[in-house]
């Protein structure tokens, strides 16, 4: 079924959310001839760790997305400030417009609705408004989910994960979180794949499924 969408958006508040909730169906939908497109809303500049330079997101998002296969061109970086994106709700839904009105995907994929940051919840609601008449899937970042409804499953395989943990890789101003080690990655892409009966998978909720 995932593989009838050829023209993909992916919505990311934050460098590196697109890659963590859904890297590896990204890597399968490249492979099966979908044209990608990644969103970033905010590249973090005032989180970035000391020592380092401010823009390091921007950079580490560009050699991301490459690893999976996106197209340089089918990156669309933003700069809002993190953890304030909720301030700039209009703005963005009007960038989410224009972004439909340019390349008018067919699937997206973004934060779930029942995410509780912030930046995550602002980008989910706003691209739920500007996507209304699109297949919607919301995509986990566990450490976030209130809860999560695991209502649709991509079924991947090991060298799908092993592309999303190798992107991921990129973020080196990242490396310390918990969520990049190879441990995790793995074993939750191993646990949504024993919910279906597969080696491995990565889990959405529906949030709106256009036939």
Do not use: C
Not at 201 to 210: H, L, M, N, T
């Amino acid at each position: 079924m995932i593989s009838k969408f050829k023209k993909v958006l992916v919505l990311a508040p934050h460098t590196d959310d697109g890659e963590l909730g859904a890297g590896g169906t990204i890597a399968k939908l490249i492979e099966n001839n979908a044209n990608v497109y990644y969103a970033a809303f905010s590249t973090a500049e005032e989180s970035v760790p000391k020592g380092m330079p401010k823009n390091i997101l921007k950079t580490e998002v560009k050699a991301a997305v490459k690893q999976l296969g996106i197209k340089e061109e089918n990156l669309l970086i933003f700069n809002y400030k993190v953890r304030k994106l909720n301030y700039r709700r209009q703005e963005i839904l009007e960038d989410l417009i224009n972004i439909r009105k340019d390349i008018n995907p067919e699937l997206i994929l973004m934060p779930s609705l029942n995410d509780i940051h912030q930046d995550h919840l602002t980008i989910a609601q706003e691209g739920l408004r500007a996507f209304k008449t699109k297949t919607i899937l919301g995509y986990e970042l566990i450490w976030n989910n209130l809860s999560f409804n695991t209502t649709s499953f991509v079924k991947l395989k090991k060298e799908h994960i092993e592309k999303k943990y190798r992107a991921l890789q990129n973020y080196k101003s990242q490396k310390d979180r918990e969520y990049m080690s190879k441990e995790f990655i793995f074993a939750l892409a191993k646990t949504r794949g024993v919910q279906i009966g597969t080696k491995y998978a990565e889990s959405f909720e529906v949030i709106r499924f256009v036939m």
